[in-house]
């Protein structure tokens, strides 16, 4: 059998940052009225083009197809190799006129 490489039999690994991971819930406001909630389909960003912008973007209603988004609350993970996934932040983005246009809204 194989000795720890250490005393205490902790082994250290780096792993590169390869982007972040968006995924959380919309607040969705139905054609013809109503509110309810949608699971965001979760979105991959390259460390590159990580920005509010493309945060903004990442906001969408799951596929659901709605009038608006209301508000949509986030977590954002640090993505790694080898699909490591580290808490960066948790945000509320509001659904302004001027985000409107970034959100994403299927069907």
Same mark, same amino acid.
């Given at each position: 059998?194989?000795?720890?490489?250490?005393s /205490?039999? $902790?082994? #250290?690994? #780096?792993? /590169?940052?390869?982007?972040?991971? *968006?995924?959380? #819930?919309?607040? %969705?406001?139905?054609?013809?009225?109503?509110?309810?909630?949608?699971?965001?389909?979760?979105?991959? %960003?390259p460390?590159? /083009?990580?920005?509010?912008?493309? $945060?903004? /973007?990442?906001?969408?209603?799951?596929?659901?197809?709605?009038?608006?988004?209301?508000?949509?609350?986030?977590?954002?993970?640090?993505?790694y190799?080898?699909?490591?996934?580290?808490?960066?932040?948790?945000? #509320?983005?509001?659904?302004?006129?001027?985000?409107?246009?970034?959100?994403?809204?299927? *069907?």
């Amino acid at each position: 059998m194989k000795e720890p490489e250490n005393s /205490k039999g $902790v082994k #250290t690994i #780096t792993l /590169k940052l390869i982007g972040y991971r *968006v995924m959380g #819930t919309a607040i %969705i406001n139905f054609w013809g009225g109503g509110q309810g909630a949608a699971d965001m389909t979760p979105t991959f %960003i390259p460390v590159n /083009k990580f920005s509010e912008e493309t $945060v903004l /973007k990442s906001v969408n209603d799951g596929q659901f197809g709605c009038e608006s988004i209301e508000r949509a609350e986030i977590e954002i993970f640090e993505k790694y190799e080898r699909g490591v996934l580290i808490p960066f932040d948790e945000i #509320t983005i509001e659904g302004t006129p001027e985000n409107q246009k970034f959100f994403y809204r299927g *069907v």
